[in-house]
């Protein structure tokens, strides 16, 4: 689940994702305008699992002893167009590659990263299948979720072939292109 409204700084509605939580029987993973420790905190005590971005670069101390106290909640976001790690709701380049920024958080303990192409978002283009066999390549340790672009059954595929823990259904799943039933049979 994103905040988005919170991702991009326009505002939050943290009131509603307390009552989404609570209402579903399932395990959830909140991401979206989480940039301090005890945003992070507030988080877990919802969801079983937090995205980070914008403070993973901004504060990787943070996402440090964030991974060491809740080891397996923690998902950093590597938000990325050509290689570029962007923050701040795509705004802002964080400076760094792909790799770089994964190899950083694998060694403060961090495995679980959810990458997206951020060009390739909400397009319905296909998987960047490059850029995640790529990035699964440099950094063997990582648990990668693939985001961006996902169309198809095909596209998930393509994505576990390559090395990929799991997929973001988005646009595909809203759009009825993708049934999440048969997503998960494959998987």
């Known amino acids: 689940m994103v905040d988005l409204d919170a991702a991009f700084g326009t505002g939050s509605n943290s009131d509603a994702v307390s009552k989404i939580v609570a209402a579903v029987k399932m395990p959830v993973e ?14 877990l005590e919802k969801a079983g699992r937090v995205v980070i971005g914008t403070m993973a670069y901004s504060d990787p101390e943070a996402v440090r002893k964030l ?10 976001s590597i938000d990325q167009i050509d290689g570029n790690v962007m923050v701040k709701g795509w705004k802002e380049s964080a400076g760094v590659k792909v790799k770089d920024a994964m190899a950083q ?23 960047d299948v490059r850029t995640l066999a790529d990035a699964v390549a440099a950094n063997e340790k ?19 072939s390559v090395g990929c823990a799991a997929v973001i259904l988005g646009k595909a799943m809203y759009d009825g292109k993708v049934s999440v039933e048969r997503a998960k049979a494959i998987a």
């Open 105 to 127: 958080f694998i060694a403060m303990g961090v495995e679980d990263f959810l990458l997206t192409s951020i060009d390739r978002d909400g397009t319905l283009a296909g998987a």
């Open 30 to 43: 909140l991401a979206g305008g989480i940039r301090t420790p005890e945003a992070a905190k507030e988080a």
């Open 142 to 160: 990582a648990r990668i979720i693939a985001s961006g672009g996902v169309a198809s059954l095909e596209d998930a595929l393509r994505a576990k």
């Open 67 to 76: 991974a060491k106290k809740y080891p397996g909640r923690i998902v950093v």
